[in-house]
């Protein structure tokens, strides 16, 4: 069975410090990975998708994620935070299901910003 | 703009009453996903069309249902409302079946049930 666990639910950082969202995944097969993000009262917008390309990933707005298969793992990181980077972060796993695909999301990784 | 459109964008009704959301999806999408977000569960996959057939289901409720119509639109029906659906229902769509492909989200319809 597929999953996708994050690690952490909230993280707090200061304007400017680097940001570590973490998120480890369970899968029988090299599985395509996402992050997307997702600001207060608005959707899910896209930051980066790994399949099995590059293990680094560059996504939007400076993030960049890096496929581990050893570790099972895909962190999405970025070097400086900004304010604007506040929201709910999800680390999502494509499951393959009866002829097609389907997204299981991770429970979400709340990112606060320190001015 | 994800290019996903959702209406409506709030919703308030009653217990018991019957509703209808609609999603159309980005142009050239074929593939329209439902998903359920609420504080207890998550964001929950409700149910999948593509090209008007019913590929996937989720976690979606025997009072939940939906279809996909000729022009790609997509609705979802929530009858026998309880206070439990109150939620932010997203519509995704993307372009195929492959597990590469991008879901691109709408920006949501909030129900709230009373």
């Known amino acids: 069975a597929q999953s996708v666990t994050q690690l952490d639910s909230h993280v707090s950082v200061s304007e400017g410090t680097p940001v570590l969202l973490r998120c480890n995944y369970s899968?029988?097969?090299?599985?395509?990975l996402f992050w997307y993000v997702q600001h207060p009262n608005k959707g899910l917008q896209l930051l980066l998708k790994?399949?099995?390309?590059?293990?680094l990933v560059k996504g939007i707005n400076g993030f960049e994620a890096e496929f581990k298969k050893s570790e099972t793992s895909f962190h999405l990181t970025k070097p400086s935070a900004h304010m604007s980077d506040a929201a709910e972060y999800f680390c999502v796993v494509s499951l393959a299901t009866s002829g097609t695909y389907k997204y299981i999301f991770g429970t979400g990784t709340r990112l606060k910003v320190l001015a | 703009d994800s290019g996903v459109t959702q209406t409506p964008k709030h919703l308030i009704t009653a217990t018991g009453q019957r509703v209808t959301l609609r999603c159309s999806p980005r142009s050239g999408d074929l593939s329209v996903y439902w998903y359920q977000q609420s504080l207890d569960q998550g964001l929950q996959f409700l149910i999948q069309?593509?090209?008007?057939?019913?590929?996937a289901k989720g976690n979606i409720l025997e009072r939940f249902s939906a279809q996909q119509f000729p022009d790609l639109h997509s609705e979802l029906n929530l009858s026998s409302l309880e206070l439990g659906d109150s939620a932010l229902y997203f519509c995704?769509?993307?372009?195929?079946?492959?597990?590469?492909?991008?879901?691109?989200f709408g920006p949501g319809t909030r129900l709230t049930v009373l």
């Open positions: 995704a769509s993307s372009v195929g079946l492959a597990g590469a492909d991008t879901q691109y």
């Open positions: 899968s029988s097969y090299s599985p395509s």
């Open positions: 790994y399949t099995s390309a590059a293990t």
């Open positions: 069309y593509y090209n008007g057939e019913e590929r």
